[in-house]
């Protein structure tokens, strides 16, 4: 029991890092952005408050929108990544940031995409209750009643929107991650289960040949 605990909460710190490392490279790459970091940058023009911090507090307000709505999706790796996400965005931004290889890059745009995608579907398999981000996109897709891909998408484009209003910019990698980012988190996903399941049913003939 202990175990199996311990191995979902690696999944969770994990996968939350690599969104935090994922989201960096994006802001860094400057191809355009995801969409909370469009938000974000957009907030930042009216605010001295930096990019991790408001990271940060964005969760926590999604967070507790997602409460408000459907309080059973939530747990502890929710916390975890709410508080994570940020403080990796504030630990590392100095370090990529005075990297030239990967500024102004659309190749390193699209790294950060997959590396968020992938941090996002291995913290959702630990299970441990979903991201602020992820708790919101569950929510709509039982509120319109659309798929996990659908549901997304309709958010990225309503937090996206409201970042460019704010003044935040519109790139490739904005569409991108309209678009795109859904998709990615939904195969990353689905292959995560396969690769679990496939190692279960093996560990299940290596007990039965003993």
Request: overall charge positive; proline content about 1%; aromatic content about 10%.
């Amino acid at each position: 029991m202990t175990k199996n605990f311990l191995s979902r909460l690696f999944l969770v710190v994990f996968g939350t890092i690599l969104m935090g490392l994922g989201i960096e490279i994006i802001v860094v790459a400057n191809q355009g952005f995801d969409s909370v970091s469009t938000l974000i940058l957009g907030l930042m023009k009216h605010t001295a408050i930096p990019f991790g911090r408001w990271s940060q507090l964005i969760s926590f307000l999604f967070l507790l929108m997602t409460f408000l709505y459907n309080r059973r999706i939530l747990g502890i790796g929710s916390l975890i990544n709410t508080f994570l996400v940020g403080e990796t965005i504030n630990r590392t931004a100095d370090v990529f940031q005075s990297i030239e290889f990967f500024q102004n890059s659309m190749g390193n745009s699209f790294l950060g995409f997959c590396l968020m995608a992938l941090g996002t579907a291995i913290y959702l398999t630990g299970g441990l209750g979903s991201g602020p981000l992820e708790g919101m996109m569950f929510c709509v897709c039982d509120r319109l009643q659309v798929s996990l891909q659908k549901g997304r998408i309709i958010l990225d484009f309503i937090i996206v929107v409201s970042g460019i209003l704010l003044g935040g910019t519109f790139g490739v990698g904005t569409l991108f991650a309209i678009i795109l980012l859904g998709p990615m988190i939904q195969l990353y996903v689905s292959l995560l289960k396969r690769i679990s399941l496939n190692a279960l049913t093996l560990r299940g003939k290596e007990n039965f040949s003993k």
